[in-house]
């Protein structure tokens, strides 16, 4: 169902006011500066489904065994499953990961994602995201750090508090929230209210037991004033 235009801009300002208020409770944050996209979309597969611990242990592994993916590739998918082992899912994560090697090696001539940074940002999901394991969130998180591209990427924590705060429909897909949030965030403010978001997450508004009275988006959010009008009848 489509957002009329005065919802739209209710939204818009909602946001706005989430991003302030985190930003007042947690600062804003500066990004780290570029990285390799090929090293992001890795280190992105291997966070699927696990601990940020774990994912940048097997990252680590992975780099220290295979100092180039140009010998990651060589060596092949067994290989690359006994590097990661740390990070769950090993045997699936490393077939996509030898798969995406070669893919990037076969299309841009090189294991070089580089040339997305040129691309405009619907193209490089255009050409993304028919591959195996690489979905919205995997390249928005490769957009947004190591290209430094304003695009908000949905994580778990931002997909569950987007949702309790009232931003996307309770019922929205994390893909949904995704495509939703790009016309609600503010020019510039991707990478601040992403990270303040993940902060909020894994701090007070964590999936059970969120510590709704201690929270800077409290007085906006859905899921709280819910909270408190069933207590209100319960008395």
């Not at 580089?114 to 394991?133: I, K």
């Not at 997450?201 to 964590?206: A, D, F, M, S, V």
């Amino acid at each position: 169902m489509e957002r009329s235009a005065t919802e739209l801009r209710q939204l818009k300002a909602k946001t706005a006011r989430a991003v302030a208020a985190l930003e007042h409770r947690f600062g804003v944050p500066e990004w780290d500066g570029p990285e390799p996209p090929l090293d992001a979309l890795v280190r992105t597969v291997l966070s699927q489904s696990t601990s940020d611990v774990n994912s940048g242990r097997a990252f680590e592994a992975l780099k220290a065994t295979f100092p180039t993916w140009a010998e990651a590739y060589t060596a092949g998918p067994a290989a690359i499953e006994r590097a990661i082992r740390s990070g769950g899912l090993a045997r699936q994560k490393s077939a996509r990961i030898h798969k995406l090697l070669g893919w990037v090696r076969e299309r841009f001539g090189a294991f070089d994602l580089g040339a997305v940074r040129a691309m405009p940002t619907e193209e490089v999901f255009d050409t993304l995201l028919p591959l195996e394991g690489i979905g919205v969130k995997t390249i928005a998180v490769m957009l947004l750090f190591a290209c430094g591209r304003d695009c908000f990427a949905v994580d778990t924590h931002v997909h569950r508090i987007t949702r309790r705060v009232g931003l996307v429909p309770g019922t929205a897909s994390a893909e949904r929230t995704f495509h939703l949030m790009k016309a609600l965030v503010p020019a510039g403010k991707a990478l601040s209210f992403h990270l303040n978001l993940l902060a909020l997450g894994r701090t007070l508004c964590r999936p059970t037991g969120p510590q709704c009275a201690e929270c800077p988006l409290r007085r906006q959010c859905d899921y709280t004033a819910q909270r408190r009008s069933r207590r209100e009848r319960a008395t």
